[in-house]
């Protein structure tokens, strides 16, 4: 399989995992058993962390809560962010964890069942954090666009059904 | 309503003798039918690239809602010239070598109206682009056809064209990569048309409105950048296809003052200048728009393969074709007219595609099946086209 290749299988996996593999053989010009080769290749290498659904919770009554929190850090002397950011990671919680520039430190994304207990764990398990200086939180109240993907209602097709 | 018939003899000769395009037909007839999978479209699927139409209300709120000079704004037409020498070393003057027009086609009806007088013939590679013949006629020219075939993936031969040329020949017309076949010509192809032109002194009108598109290795020829065509060429480009911008309309063309002066001059009078918002959104497109041009390539190009694949499997032959957004299979094993297997499977099967045929005489036998739609609804046509052979 050539880079580019590679490139287009990543990219068409990324957005459809269920893609069938004999299908995305074909659409990538390579061999039919190469396509499952090469996955468990970038699997094997870790560049390939998993699978997933893109999911709207919004469409649900209870689904889950998430909570972007931007985290001021003292970082330590020798370990510098790595320390506190493993730390943090830890937390089932903790959906996801950025060093970030700008105006704050760790860029934290909190996931849970409700406000309340995304609240919560910021004020009694990350606030507390030795190093932590100051965290601010922001709840999403609603998700347009996640992973790329916009999650407003469709646009419709409004081409001319035959054209020159 | 009037319940009588319009007098005759009140249209011209010229447009009455013109033949409605076969397309409009079928595309009446799907307009009748719901649930319709559509491979008849023969622009992109994509929606413009918010940073080109968000250019494009930029312009509208700064009140830049006036005429721009005739040929185009002229940081455009420097964009474009940019662009051309950038990607086929060709340089254009952008003061008196370039023109932005109404799309592609109006390029080439107002390059047909400056070039050719009354009788004068144009040899045109077909099946082509619907507007190329009624072009020449509209200039009052007389379009002659030339011919080309699958097993020469649609290339056209130079002896072909060579038979075609009179001593009334003023310019040969064509397109690489093609609508409909999705066909490109080889470079050597390309060459040979050259020293024809060259040796008959003929103009050369070269449509490379696909030239992004383009899924080959060998990268594509600008037919106005091979050795001593640039006098004789009158190079075509636009915004539609590869920036997903057909409602738009800009395109440009380019060559030689003299002509382009003669251009600009019915375009003055016509149409004053493309609109200013759209040539905007056309600055913005070369400026920022070549990530999402390789983008949609990318996309074009997987989907192209399962197209392919898919005919071939079927039992449709299709030739690979390494340009646009096209595939032209052949239909002749089912035993069906291109327009019967059209027409059936629209109305069976309910998948639009378009007659082969009416792209010229020559593409009868295939039918053109565009991949600018979306995986799901390539797969779901090309299992109704199964099912539709299989119940032949
Ligand atoms: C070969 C070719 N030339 C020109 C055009 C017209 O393009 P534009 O939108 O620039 O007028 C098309 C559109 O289908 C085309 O396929």
């Known amino acids: ?164 | 309503m009037n319940p009588t018939s319009p007098p005759t003899g009140r249209i011209s000769r010229v447009v009455a003798d013109l033949a409605p395009s076969a397309i409009r037909r079928f595309f009446d007839l799907v307009a009748q039918t719901e649930g319709v999978i559509s491979l008849g479209v023969g622009e992109p699927d994509f929606a413009t690239p918010w940073s080109f139409s968000s250019a494009a209300i930029g312009s509208l709120e700064a009140g830049r809602t006036t005429y721009t000079s005739n040929q185009g704004l002229l940081s455009l037409r420097r964009g474009i010239v940019a662009h051309i020498q950038r990607l086929y070393d060709l340089l254009y003057d952008p003061t008196d070598e370039v023109l932005v027009t109404i799309g592609v086609s109006e390029g080439l009806d107002i390059a047909c109206r400056a070039l050719l007088n009354p009788g004068d013939e144009v040899v045109i590679v077909e099946p082509c682009f619907v507007s190329y013949q009624a072009a020449v006629r509209l200039a009052h020219a007389v379009p002659v056809p030339v011919a080309t075939h699958a097993a020469d993936a649609f290339n056209p031969r130079a002896a072909d064209v060579a038979a075609a040329i009179t001593p009334r020949t003023r310019a040969i017309m064509v397109c690489s990569p093609s609508n409909p076949t999705g066909a490109v010509y080889s470079r050597a192809c390309l060459e040979g048309i050259a020293r024809l032109a060259a040796a008959h002194d003929l103009l050369v009108l070269s449509d490379e409105i696909y030239d992004q598109l383009y899924y080959g290795t060998e990268g594509h020829t600008c037919f106005a950048a091979l050795p001593g065509m640039r006098e004789r060429t009158i190079y075509f480009n636009g915004f539609s296809k590869a920036y997903a911008m057909t409602g738009w309309r800009i395109g440009y063309a380019c060559g030689p003052a003299d002509i382009i002066a003669a251009m600009t001059k019915i375009h003055q009078y016509t149409v004053m200048c493309a609109p200013t918002a759209s040539q905007e959104a056309a600055l913005e497109a070369l400026r920022r728009g070549e990530p999402r041009v390789a983008e949609m390539v990318r996309s074009y190009d997987q989907r192209r393969r399962l197209l392919v694949d898919g005919f071939n499997r079927l039992g449709l032959d299709c030739f690979e074709p390494l340009g646009a957004f096209y595939t032209f299979p052949s239909v002749a094993r089912t035993g069906l007219s291109d327009e019967e297997f059209c027409e059936r499977l629209l109305v069976e099967r309910k998948v639009a595609t378009v007659p082969g045929s009416a792209f010229g005489a020559c593409g009868a036998g295939h039918i053109r099946a565009t991949y600018a739609t979306g995986l799901p609804q390539l797969r779901e046509a090309l299992e109704r086209i199964e099912r539709f052979l299989q119940s032949l």
């Open chain 1, 1 to 164: 399989m050539t880079e580019h290749q590679r490139l287009e299988l990543l990219r068409a996996i990324e957005t459809e995992p269920l893609v069938d593999h004999a299908e995305l053989a074909v659409r990538l010009g390579v061999e039919a058993g190469e396509v499952g080769a090469e996955l468990a290749s970038l699997e094997e290498a870790g560049v390939i962390k998993g699978y997933r659904a893109l999911i709207d919770w919004d469409r649900l009554q209870t689904g889950a809560v998430h909570a972007f929190v931007d985290v001021h850090v003292n970082p330590e002397a020798e370990a510098g962010f790595d320390a506190i950011a493993r730390r943090i990671a830890r937390f089932e919680e903790v959906h996801s964890l950025h060093l970030v520039s700008g105006g704050r430190d760790l860029l934290v994304v909190v996931r849970g069942q409700d406000f309340k207990e995304v609240a919560l764990f910021v004020a009694e398990k990350l606030a507390p954090i030795q190093g932590v200086t100051r965290t601010t939180t922001s709840f999403v109240l609603r998700t347009y666009k996640t992973e790329g993907t916009a999650l407003l209602s469709a646009t419709e097709d409004t081409r001319l059904a035959i054209a020159p």
